[in-house]
């Protein structure tokens, strides 16, 4: 019995060891940059694609040619009635054709149109079979190791290369294009030589004379300059952006990044025409102790509550919170947040005085959250609502409002700010702000932007509590206005 079981081990280790002889012999060893012999063979590959490319160009002109044909002969015919309709169609052959040639021959020419001809997928096929001998992206890595060793070992400036002159050695049929500059850019970029990359993004853009080109030579400019926390000059790089292009995701990380820079060193608040008034409605104990509030935005619906926590509350939260430094997902160290945060015990007290403020249920809500703001403290703009999916919000319920305690005074800086509504809120003992971050309808508010400015002297600390959507069914139904706000793709 033994031995069989050894027998099967020594015979299914075989086959793992075949299996990962033929796996490794499938792996290309070889790297085209180390080698000129390699880029020899590199270049019968470039040949053999352009021959490809030919014969499939050729087959789509003949294709185009004979439409082109058989267009003409129907733009004849269709010219001669254009000169007299009543004429034209007064002939029973000329009617009849006209619904026989509308009928067969405009849907035989649509799906001609549409039809990929044999020779042409034969065209494509040896296309994507030739793909395996294209170099990948280590290949361009490594290719971009050499030049970067050739500036190194002889002192090369990137103008040079460009021009294609290599150490004296000189040949204009020889010079980078546009791309072949932002691809070594892009490459300094990685191997952390920012004044290189920017050098080499210089180029290209120079290179490129179409606008969509050289807008992504300008976005990676700003990308560089916003890393070096240049954000006006990465910006101005940004306004060279065509309509037709959406911006990406580091574009808007760095357009924020300059909104919360510039407001977070002026302190603004919007005029209005809002009071500040004695809340009596939002529950029935509120009619016996009334409740301080000020308003600030009508849209999003925004107020600040005075003397709303206090000093003995504070103190007990404070004196035993446990306090980690704020992470993202992965567990890394945040990059748009610097602060230390702690769940706090539940407590009815603090939750029907939320109720009585908000006029909201705080069934199914987070738990309190407490942050702790120490010098240098911020938060990058950002939304508190989470962009669920309509399957997972039906589940689990997006955050409707949020409300904010500040539970001390900061000597300098430290503020909320809500650019895209130009409000500023100062942090002050006692005090919390609340707003929604949806619309009537549902719909994500998109001026609910906010960011919490970096504290400059002392230390801040806030009580934040998000409070769901789905307990609210009767609490606050939506409004006549709710078609006003659609549910927005963001």
């Known amino acids: 019995m033994y031995s069989l079981k050894f027998v099967m081990f020594i015979g299914i280790l075989s086959a793992c060891i075949i299996c990962c002889q033929g796996f490794a012999k499938s792996i290309r060893k070889k790297s085209y940059a180390a080698s000129t012999m390699e880029l020899m063979n590199l270049l019968e ?31 004849t015919e269709h010219n001669e009635m254009q000169s007299d309709y009543e004429s034209y169609l007064a002939n029973p052959l000329n009617s009849f ?53 050739l500036m190194s070992f002889y002192d090369l400036k990137p103008e040079e290369l460009a021009a294609g002159n290599l150490a004296g050695y000189s040949q204009t049929d020889t010079e980078l294009t546009a791309y072949d500059c932002l691809a070594l850019g892009e490459f300094s970029v990685q191997s952390r030589k920012d004044d290189l990359a920017e050098a080499w993004f210089n180029l ?17 400019l700003a990308m560089l300059l916003a890393k070096n926390k240049q954000l006006t000059a990465a910006l101005h790089h940004l306004d060279n952006k065509p309509e037709e292009v959406a911006p990406s995701h580091g574009v808007t990380h760095i357009e924020e990044e300059l909104a919360t820079v510039q407001n977070c060193t002026v302190v603004v608040q919007k005029p209005s ?19 301080k509030m000020e308003e600030l935005s009508l849209d999003p619906y925004m107020v600040v509550f005075h003397d709303v926590i206090y000093d003995r509350e504070i103190e007990l939260m404070l ?10 997902d992965s567990g890394q160290e945040s990059e748009v947040r610097a602060s230390k945060d702690s769940y706090i015990v539940e407590s009815k ?26 010098i240098g403290g911020h938060y990058m703009l950002h939304y508190d609502y989470h962009k669920y999916t309509n399957t997972t919000r039906a589940k689990y319920g997006d955050r ?19 650019p ?27 001026e609910t932007l906010h960011s919490a400015c970096p504290v400059i002297s002392g230390s801040k600390y806030v009580l934040t509590k998000w409070i769901n959507e789905l307990p609210q069914m009767f609490s606050t139904p939506c409004m006549k206005d709710s078609n006003l706000h659609p549910p927005q793709n963001v």
């Open 45 to 75: 590959v470039e040949d053999k694609l352009v021959d490809n490319l030919n014969g499939y160009v050729e087959t789509l002109k003949m294709k185009l040619n004979l439409m082109k044909r058989s267009l003409t002969a129907m733009s």
């Open 97 to 149: 054709r006209l619904i026989h040639r509308l009928h067969t021959s405009w849907r035989k020419w649509y799906h001609y149109a549409f039809r990929t001809e044999n020779n042409a997928l034969v065209r494509i096929e040896n296309a994507h079979h030739m793909r395996m001998l294209l170099p990948t992206s280590l290949d361009l890595e490594h290719a971009c190791r050499g030049i970067d060793d």
């Open 204 to 220: 290209s853009l120079s290179r490129f004379d179409n606008i969509f080109d050289q807008y992504r030579a300008h976005e990676a």
């Open 273 to 291: 025409r809002l009071h500040c008034r004695y809340n009596s409605t939002t529950t029935p104990f509120t009619r016996i102790a009334p409740l």
């Open 319 to 328: 004196n035993s919170s446990n306090f980690i430094l704020s992470l993202t």
């Open 349 to 374: 007290t603090l939750n029907d005085r939320v109720t009585d403020m908000t006029g909201l249920s705080m069934e199914l809500s987070d738990p309190f959250s407490l942050i702790n703001y120490g």
């Open 400 to 418: 409707i409002a949020t409300l904010l305690f500040y539970l001390g005074e900061v000597d300098s800086g430290g503020a909320t700010i809500f």
């Open 420 to 446: 895209r509504i130009n409000i500023t809120v100062t942090p002050k003992k006692g005090s919390a702000v609340f707003w929604y971050n949806l619309h009537n309808s549902g719909a994500l508010h998109l």
